[in-house]
């Protein structure tokens, strides 16, 4: 059975850090995109990073230059370094693994990690 | 960036009618388009990826149509457990993946 445990999501003041962790399981981890998707309280999603099998990464736009992705094969799990956040990186973050058929579409996703920004 | 845009924002419907969502693009994105289903308090869950392929385990009352710019969802036959938040998100012009801004179904 395929399971994504995410974790690390806390109360951090503007301009802090945070680090979150998504566990997976069930699957082969080292075959997988992997993508984080936040929420913010009340609204919609938004796609915030992914990481290929080789490393590959690409971001949106506003967390370039403050958020990193990286993964660990060994441990089965991914990460998301959060750096200078913001009110507005407040959100629920979600850890979702991308399809075989096509690394955009997120077939299965973690439970979601809280993560605050608030002075 | 691709800009989703879903309507209505909310359908009011009763278990048992035909529920159909639209999703248009600001650009063409081939058939690269999927729905999740959101209820809350829970993770989304894939419903429809490439326009019309359903995932796994999903009814068959669920079904995708559209390509290009205009997509739709369409569920049959609602049953109680449908009534939830509905996003569609496209993988056809990317980074980013976007999503629309959800549209929510209802009990009337």
């Known amino acids: 059975e395929v399971q994504l445990v995410d974790s690390g999501g806390a109360l951090v003041q503007p301009g802090g850090s945070l680090r979150l962790s998504c566990a997976a399981s069930?699957?082969?981890?080292?075959?997988?995109?992997m993508n984080w998707v936040r929420q913010a309280p009340g609204k919609g999603l938004e796609w915030v990073a992914n990481?290929?099998?080789?490393?590959?990464?690409r971001y949106v736009d506003s967390v370039k230059g403050r958020f990193t992705i990286s993964r660990d094969n060994a441990k089965n799990s991914l990460y998301l370094q959060m750096n200078s956040l913001r009110a507005e990186d407040t959100a629920v973050y979600y850890c979702?693994?991308?399809?075989?058929?096509?690394?955009?579409?997120?077939?299965?996703w973690g439970q979601g990690t809280l993560v605050t920004v608030s002075s | 960036e691709v800009v989703l845009t879903q309507s209505p924002a909310t359908l009011s419907l009763s278990p048992g009618e035909r529920a159909t969502l639209s999703c248009r693009a600001s650009?063409?994105?081939?058939?690269?388009l999927a729905w999740y289903q959101q209820k809350p308090g829970q993770a989304p869950r894939l419903l429809i990826y490439?326009?019309?392929k359903r995932a796994t385990g999903i009814p068959a009352r669920f079904s995708g149509s559209g390509s290009g710019t205009d997509f739709t969802l369409t569920i049959s036959n609602l049953e109680p457990e449908d009534f939830a938040v509905y996003y569609c998100?496209?993988?056809?012009?990317?980074?980013?993946?976007?999503f629309g801004q959800g549209t929510k179904v209802e009990i009337k």
């Open positions: 979702a693994r991308g399809n075989l058929a096509g690394a955009g579409i997120f077939d299965y």
């Open positions: 069930g699957f082969t981890f080292t075959s997988y995109w």
């Open positions: 990481m290929g099998q080789d490393g590959n990464e």
């Open positions: 650009q063409s994105v081939s058939s690269y």
């Open positions: 490439d326009a019309s």
């Open positions: 998100q496209q993988r056809g012009n990317w980074p980013p993946y976007t």
